[in-house]
């Protein structure tokens, strides 16, 4: 699949599963990815860390408290001891989910970069969120994957600042940028410095968006998309406002 002619059809709503199928499964997990391809996402998007040995992990948080039985920071821990470590802990979506006394699932750990690519199927896309701007180490094996598993268009790296896209982009210009840093503004200027750095998608913030904002984003050329809508009603009201892209906890419901 190509991301952008996900977004060309008429009508056409983009699926995009956050941290796998967080909503139902534990987030950023094998289940949760491996749940959300089999349910039909368009796209599945999950985050990264660096290991202290700088290898790309799926997890959302700097550190390993909330979702494994784990302390402390990703980046203090080697590969070898993040895999000892349960990622089940938390249950539910962004917003409304609860900390668990005992892990949902026995001997679900944390994974690599690499063993979540290996469950999405190349008729899925994929949205890989680079928070860890820092460690070019791990942005190198990122842009590596990438070009491992084929994913230029059929994929888009997630990065929280122009400085983190400019890099990737340095490293290698064929991948699909969504820069977060100022998402909301669609002025004129915003616009020019996403695009002079290969930021084609947009991902605004469920406040941001209205019908006035729909409308820009139509007129602006980029790919877009919104985070978040986890409920009926608000998919609804999205929807028709013009809204592309939605990031959901929940895409059984969306879809």
Same mark, same amino acid.
């Given at each position: 699949?190509?991301?952008?002619?996900?977004?060309?059809?008429?009508?056409?709503?983009?699926?995009?599963?956050?941290?796998?199928?967080?909503?139902?499964?534990?987030?950023?997990?094998?289940?949760?990815?491996?749940?959300?391809?089999?349910?039909? +996402?368009? =796209?599945?998007? *999950? !985050?990264?860390? &660096?290991?202290?040995?700088?290898?790309?992990?799926? #997890?959302?948080?700097?550190?390993?408290?909330?979702?494994?039985?784990?302390?402390?920071?990703?980046?203090?821990?080697?590969?070898?001891?993040?895999?000892?470590?349960?990622?089940?802990?938390?249950?539910?979506?962004?917003?409304?989910?609860?900390?668990?006394?005992?892990?949902?699932?026995?001997?679900?750990?944390?994974?690599?970069?690499?063993?979540?690519?290996?469950?999405?199927?190349?008729?899925?896309?994929?949205?890989?969120?680079?928070?860890?701007?820092?460690?070019?180490?791990?942005?190198?094996?990122?842009?590596?994957?990438?070009?491992?598993?084929?994913?230029?268009?059929?994929?888009? +790296?997630? =990065?929280?600042? *122009? !400085?983190?896209? &400019?890099?990737?982009?340095?490293?290698?210009?064929? #991948?699909?940028?969504?820069?977060?840093?100022?998402?909301?503004?669609?002025?004129?200027?915003?616009?020019?410095?996403?695009?002079?750095?290969?930021?084609?998608?947009?991902?605004?913030?469920?406040?941001?968006?209205?019908?006035?904002?729909?409308?820009?984003?139509?007129?602006?050329?980029?790919?877009?998309?919104?985070?978040?809508?986890?409920?009926?009603?608000?998919?609804?009201?999205?929807?028709?406002?013009?809204?592309?892209?939605?990031?959901?906890?929940?895409?059984?419901?969306?879809?």
């Amino acid at each position: 699949v190509r991301l952008s002619e996900l977004y060309r059809g008429p009508g056409s709503i983009v699926v995009i599963g956050h941290r796998g199928f967080a909503g139902r499964f534990p987030e950023d997990t094998t289940v949760a990815i491996a749940e959300g391809v089999k349910l039909g +996402v368009d =796209v599945i998007e *999950f !985050d990264l860390w &660096a290991s202290k040995d700088h290898v790309p992990v799926a #997890i959302h948080d700097p550190t390993v408290d909330r979702t494994t039985n784990g302390k402390g920071k990703v980046g203090d821990h080697t590969l070898a001891q993040l895999k000892e470590l349960n990622a089940s802990f938390w249950a539910g979506g962004h917003f409304d989910g609860r900390r668990l006394d005992e892990p949902a699932c026995d001997g679900l750990s944390i994974p690599t970069c690499r063993e979540c690519l290996e469950l999405i199927p190349a008729n899925v896309g994929v949205f890989l969120h680079v928070n860890q701007g820092d460690d070019l180490l791990m942005i190198e094996e990122v842009c590596g994957l990438c070009d491992e598993y084929g994913l230029h268009g059929r994929a888009c +790296v997630i =990065v929280n600042t *122009f !400085d983190d896209g &400019a890099e990737i982009r340095r490293i290698d210009e064929r #991948i699909d940028l969504c820069i977060l840093e100022g998402r909301d503004d669609l002025g004129p200027e915003a616009t020019a410095r996403r695009k002079a750095v290969g930021s084609n998608f947009l991902i605004a913030t469920l406040g941001a968006v209205d019908e006035a904002h729909c409308r820009a984003l139509e007129t602006s050329d980029l790919l877009f998309n919104m985070f978040y809508s986890n409920t009926d009603a608000d998919n609804r009201r999205f929807i028709a406002m013009g809204m592309k892209g939605i990031v959901t906890d929940y895409p059984d419901i969306l879809i």
